[in-house]
């Protein structure tokens, strides 16, 4: 399974990111970000060298960056006359993420809500929906193979109302390698619901049931996730899952195009 859903651009990086997974795997600094191919140690890899990757594929991440290098970082990208976001970096850890999350998740979703089964071999037309449904929400999708946990160690978490039309997703996968001191943490993203199910603490659910696969069947030791500084609501949403904002570890999407990549 492959499956691109997306602007040109976005295909094309999920496709850079799926055929080179497992040159991620084995390369010391470089991570897999999903969307893109990533470095989660700019100085092990080389700035040159992201900057070469980025021109070559139109985007390139910047995972768990010290915020010291990134001003420097944003002007030598800026200099090429390339675009760097930045989101601020929110962690939980097992041991306080875990209780409040499951907490969360004890309570079950929304009456007439129901999860769907994306585990094992889901059906390409599942995830295909799934992209649909990112991109509706204003989210730069992942390719389905990513989706359905082929490329990396990652489950798809999806609600359902009784029409069976989807309401709310998340994700969770392990996105560094054996060589990376962030080894055994799990990301968490993909957090999005429909517009008509807004206001009903859904977002928190979702994302608390990521939380909770993260550290009970993926085995991370550290839950992280990317929250823009204006996105008030998903601030409010990780926080409420057990997880505060990281004093100075950020993340970053470059693109060779004058628009922000995702929200």
């Not at 798809?156 to 001191?181: C, E, I, K, Q, R």
């Not at 990780?238 to 004058?258: D, F, I, M, Q, R």
């Amino acid at each position: 399974m492959r499956g691109y859903f997306g602007t040109e651009l976005q295909q094309r990086l999920q496709r850079r990111a799926d055929e080179l997974a497992g040159t991620v795997v084995n390369t010391p600094g470089l991570c897999n970000a999903g969307r893109m191919v990533s470095t989660d140690d700019v100085d092990r890899v080389g700035l040159e060298a992201c900057v070469a990757m980025l021109e070559a594929d139109g985007g390139f991440g910047f995972r768990l960056v010290h915020e010291d290098r990134t001003a420097a970082v944003s002007a030598h990208l800026a200099a090429r006359g390339h675009r760097l976001d930045w989101w601020d970096t929110f962690m939980g850890s097992a041991d306080h993420a875990l209780a409040v999350s499951k907490r969360i998740v004890a309570q079950g979703p929304p009456q007439g809500l129901f999860h769907i089964d994306l585990s094992g071999n889901p059906a390409e037309a599942c995830l295909e929906r799934v992209q649909v449904f990112l991109a509706e929400n204003g989210l730069a999708p992942f390719s389905r193979s990513t989706l359905a946990g082929e490329t990396v160690n990652g489950r798809t978490l999806a609600l359902v109302d009784g029409h069976g039309d989807l309401v709310a997703t998340s994700f969770v996968y392990m996105p560094h390698n054996s060589f990376s001191p962030f080894r055994t943490y799990a990301w968490g993203g993909l957090a999005a619901v429909s517009p008509a199910h807004r206001g009903r603490s859904l977002g928190s659910y979702i994302n608390a049931c990521a939380a909770v696969m993260a550290f009970e069947q993926l085995a991370a030791t550290v839950f992280y996730e990317q929250v823009a500084t204006t996105n008030v609501p998903s601030r409010r949403m990780v926080e409420a899952c057990g997880l505060t904002l990281h004093p100075y570890l950020k993340s970053g999407l470059a693109s060779t195009g004058a628009e922000k990549f995702t929200r």
